[in-house]
């Protein structure tokens, strides 16, 4: 069974970077993408990105070059580093897989659990 | 603001169906077959429930259906259980720059 965990520091200061990891297990991060999701509390769903285990990357345009996504697949995760932050960053991160090898559908099946990550001095 | 139109609210009745539309523009939704569709109960990740506007997942029931006409995306629940009191959202492919929306979602109460 595939699982996600997100990991990361829970707090971050406004103007630093938010960094965080997604651990893969129970398949190989090989030939599917992933992405990012995040939801401020109380509001809805936001894509960051999304990154190709060969490391080609997407992102959305809204957040204007801050975000920067990276994959290690020997270790079989992929990580985030939204650059800049401010009170409007602050939000619960997901990562999340496409459903279907070598196709980006925007069907993400397997989710993390996600993790609150607040921007706060 | 969200790039996809939804409607904050639906609700319904135990047995009856309801229908969520999601409405976006000829740059999302309209030109393209990639419309996904999620449910997330309260405190957990969401769960995908159709994806290329019409298929399910293995393991969705098939009461879920989804469906497109134009510019407008909709998700069909039919047979309404109680557990299907949740936020749904809709998402779609919206080209090779901005990649992926969202619709606002849409909360679903079962009276």
């Known amino acids: 069974q595939v699982q996600l965990q997100e990991s990361g520091p829970g707090l971050v200061k406004p103007s630093e970077t938010l960094s965080l990891t997604c651990a893969v297990s129970?398949?190989?991060?090989?030939?599917?993408?992933w992405s990012w999701i995040r939801q401020p509390p109380g509001k809805g769903l936001e894509w960051i990105g999304r990154?190709?285990?060969?490391?080609?990357?997407n992102y959305n345009p809204s957040l204007k070059s801050r975000a920067t996504m990276s994959v290690d697949t020997s270790k079989n995760h992929f990580s985030l580093k939204l650059s800049s932050v401010t009170a409007a960053d602050t939000a619960v991160y997901y990562c999340?897989?496409?459903?279907?090898?070598?196709?980006?559908?925007?069907?993400?099946?397997?989710w993390g659990q996600g993790t609150l990550v607040t921007v706060s001095s | 603001q969200s790039a996809l139109t939804q409607p904050a609210s639906v609700s319904g009745s135990p047995g009856q169906s309801i229908t969520i539309s999601c409405t976006g523009t000829s740059s999302d939704v309209g030109s393209y077959n990639l419309v996904s569709w999620f449910r997330q109960r309260p405190g957990k990740a969401p769960k995908l429930m159709i994806y290329e506007v019409t298929k399910r997942p293995s393991g969705v029931s098939n009461r879920f259906s989804g469906s497109k006409s134009g510019n407008t995306a909709s998700l069909t629940i039919s047979g309404l259980q109680a557990e299907d009191e949740a936020d749904y959202y809709c998402c779609s492919y919206a080209g090779s720059s901005t990649y992926v929306v969202f619709g606002g979602g849409t909360q679903l109460t079962v009276l």
């Open positions: 990154i190709y285990y060969t490391g080609s990357t």
């Open positions: 999340a897989r496409d459903l279907i090898k070598y196709q980006m559908l925007n069907a993400f099946d397997i």
């Open positions: 129970g398949d190989s991060i090989d030939y599917y993408y």
